[in-house]
């Protein structure tokens, strides 16, 4: 699958949000994905179809929070 980010012309947003969206769709499948610089878009690839995912479980994995019982583990 591909996906396109366009560029709005401040570059470092932009990469920014292009490897966002890499970050975001790694953590939905676990497979590699591909950014590539295409010009006046990103190009994000992935090999593999994405299909229906909960968005807070993908939250979860890819930015762990600390529970309450663990701010009292760290001290």
């Not at 878009?41 to 762990?64: E, G, K, N």
Request: charged share 15%; aromatic share 6%.
């Amino acid at each position: 699958m591909e996906y396109y980010c366009r560029k709005t012309g401040l570059e470092p947003l932009d990469s920014v949000h292009a490897i966002g969206l890499g970050i975001l769709l790694w953590g939905v499948s676990g497979h590699a994905v591909t950014v590539e610089d295409g010009g006046v878009c990103y190009r994000v690839a992935i090999d593999t179809p994405i299909t229906q995912f909960d968005m807070s479980s993908v939250l979860a994995q890819l930015l762990p929070l600390t529970t309450p019982a663990g701010l009292d583990a760290d001290t």
